[in-house]
């Protein structure tokens, strides 16, 4: 699942943990507070993800003109 898909899943959950009577408030609050460290480390999943492909593409240049890859 991308990160985006991922992040979007999240949130319905988050919501649907908000509008439910099943749980209680202090049941609520750590639900959300636990979804929303998962948000947060999806986030800084994709930013790493992204960063290490641009890293990639600027270094393939330099390993191919010292023949370490074709």
């Known amino acids: 699942m991308s990160s985006h898909k991922h992040h ?21 609050t750590e639900t959300i507070k636990r979804i929303e460290e998962w948000i947060a480390e999806d986030k800084a999943e994709g930013i790493i993800y992204e960063e290490l492909i641009e890293i990639a593409n600027s270094i393939k240049p330099l390993l191919a003109e010292l023949g370490l890859i074709n």
């Open 8 to 28: 979007e899943h999240l949130e319905r959950i988050k919501d649907a943990v908000t509008n439910t009577d099943t749980l209680n408030a202090s049941e609520k």
